[in-house]
């Protein structure tokens, strides 16, 4: 069974190589990275599978009582197996329990994994920036009550 833990700097070549390998992935350097697992505000997660591989992280912050989703990917090999759902999952109690009870995230209206993902963890469209992307996508804007 894939487990879900705290990230280690160990694990941050796999990241910043799937981080990489998204198109619609933030594209975070290898020193933000680096940066955002020191950070006290920060939700930094991985997903690890039975053999030891990294099969998909979760990066959010917590700003004013709010956990903020910034980047989230699993791997090509390990995609439909609920892993960003439980990500997402551990994320929200780990916020809950640091007093957090909102979050929320942009994504491109034409990322539809993404989108459904969202949507089935309990997120609602909020808002929308048009064409804010630089592939002349929207951003919607999506909230969810913990
Ligand atoms: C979006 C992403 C994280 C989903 O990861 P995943 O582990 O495959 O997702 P899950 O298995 O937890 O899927 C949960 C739900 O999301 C939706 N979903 C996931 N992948 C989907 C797809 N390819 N098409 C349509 N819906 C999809 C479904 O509703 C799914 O539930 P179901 O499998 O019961 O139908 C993954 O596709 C990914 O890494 N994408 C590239 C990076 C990215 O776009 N990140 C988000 C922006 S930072």
Do not use: E, I, K, V
């Given at each position: 069974m894939t487990v879900i833990r705290p990230s280690r700097s160990s694990d941050l070549d796999e990241i910043f190589s799937l981080e990489s390998y998204w198109?619609?992935?933030?594209?975070?350097l290898r020193p933000q990275l680096e940066a955002e697992l020191l950070r006290p505000d920060s939700i930094f997660l991985s997903a690890e599978s039975p053999?030891?591989?990294?099969c998909g992280y979760f990066i959010g912050r917590i700003l004013e009582k709010e956990l903020q989703v910034l980047s989230i990917s699993v791997g090509p090999a390990y995609l439909r197996r609920a892993i960003a759902a439980r990500l997402l999952d551990c994320a929200f109690s780990k916020a809950r329990l640091k007093g957090c009870a909102r979050a929320t995230l942009e994504v491109s209206e034409r990322n539809i994994p993404a989108l459904n993902l969202y949507k089935k963890s309990g997120f609602q469209i909020v808002g929308k920036r048009v064409k804010f992307y630089n592939d002349g996508s929207s951003a919607l804007l999506m909230d969810k009550l913990l």
């Open positions: 198109d619609y992935a933030p594209h975070w053999d030891s591989r990294l």
